[in-house]
């Protein structure tokens, strides 16, 4: 059994390349946010690792992932079981080859998975800052744009079973996945893997031990408003291509958007505020991050009062999350596993929920979370645990001490600040 | 502890699985889809509670 493709006409495919077109800036929103909230001794090797992540994850994606994720109405290999067949995995051809760049929609489809892939795998940097080797950040991200993404992309939106439930097992219409907050729960996942497998940085949860704030708050706000710009992208790309949406429904997308965002900031500002007596910057940009993932599933079929709800209950879930992740001892800097992965899960619940005129969509969500906890996230440990027997991941405590930028690149991105000469390392 | 964990993390979604394949849209699936999800429930917090305990040990 194969999905049909969705078909552009000649105004859609505009509309869709120029959104493609501001997917880039979310990444470049997402690189200043993971840099802003790590210390100050490793912001230059932030941003260079998020550069050399993004190009790893799109060279690896080039070479085999698009293979794997594959695309609705293209080959794919498949599975019998009970009668009906299982669409497992893409079967298309190495290097994009069968892809040709004419405008045509399997084109655009590769150009918004070479985007959207790149800020899956910027997503773990925030939960491994200041502790996490450049290379292996790398080859980490590497296993990600090859393996996990891919399998897990083609499930959802690649004509995979999951989009497929519906004819496969009578629920609803199959997952409803529009902007992706399940696959920005892959790299969600992913950063919870790199926490476990790091542990915390030093002196984190020492009895003596202070919290450790981000350096530059100003780069974490203004990087989540770039990302609003490449989440609008993304998610009315990704309607357009794989939800069905029609030109007509992108300003309801734009605006479910930024209403969901919104409702999120506000919540989370309004409950810090109560639980610290002042409003706390950084959960509050976590907030409004979160708010633009959980929407991203339902942009294009929620109204916007149920884009405020779902914004809502982001923003209630983010500030006890990171409290909650702190509290048992996983150290995530910059909140990557509240926002993505547990707003990732919240995006694909309450796309379900929220579309109760399809009988039995709930399941076909509760089955996306499902495969997103237990094969995704098993997936992701293992592989990473592996690559860390053969390449410890973590830097050195010397190195640590100094800071990435001292360690691994021999020098800070702040060069007027006092430093102490010992710290310095012959390149 | 986290091996263990695991494991139900993907028992859990073979739960979810064989319900979809095996069960009929007529017989109880929410069911067996909400056990699978319980049993990941139960897999997430044997790992945080291992990762938890490490912690402490360092």
Known sequence: ?????????????????????LV???????????????????????????????????LVYLVIGFALQGYAGEPAHLLSAGGRQWNLLGAGRWMMRGVIFNGSTLS??????????????LIPLGAGSDRWKLGASCASSALLAGITYPIFAHWVWGGGWLAQLGALAGCGTGVI????????????LTALTIAWILGPRQGKYEASGMAIPGHNMVMVLFGCLLMMVGWLGLDTAGALLFAGASVSSLALIAVNNVIAASASLVTALIVTRVRYSKPDASISANGFAIGLVSISAACSMVSPAEAAAIGLVAGLIVPFSVEWLDRVGV???????????????????????FAQDRPGQWMAHVSTIAA??????????????????FYPQRISKDGERQGLDMSELGGGAYPELTQVTKDYLSR | MKAAGLFLLFAGFAIVMSALVMLSPNAP?????????????????LIFRAHYTQSEGH
């Open chain 1, 24 to 58: 880039p800036l979310a990444a470049a929103g997402l690189a200043l946010v993971n840099t802003g909230f790590g210390r100050s001794r490793s912001a230059a090797h932030s941003l260079l690792s998020a550069m050399c992540v993004y190009a790893t994850a799109a």
């Open chain 2, 29 to 45: 699936r929410g069911l067996f889809i909400a056990a699978g999800i319980a049993t990941q429930v139960l897999g997430l917090f």
């Open chain 1, 108 to 121: 655009l489809v590769a150009c918004l998975q070479l985007f959207s892939v790149g800020i899956a795998a």
């Open chain 1, 372 to 389: 997103l906890l237990g094969f995704v996230l098993p997936l992701t440990y293992c592989l990473n645990l592996l690559l860390n027997t």
């Open chain 1, 331 to 353: 150290d995530d800097p910059s909140g990557a596993i509240s926002v993505y992965a547990v707003g990732g899960l919240w995006g694909v619940f309450a796309a379900g929920t």
């Open chain 1, 177 to 188: 996945d529009a902007g992706g907050s399940g696959v920005q729960a892959v790299g969600g």
């Open chain 1, 1 to 21: 059994m194969q999905m049909q493709p969705a078909t552009l006409n000649e105004t859609a495919t505009a509309i869709c390349t120029l959104c493609i077109f």
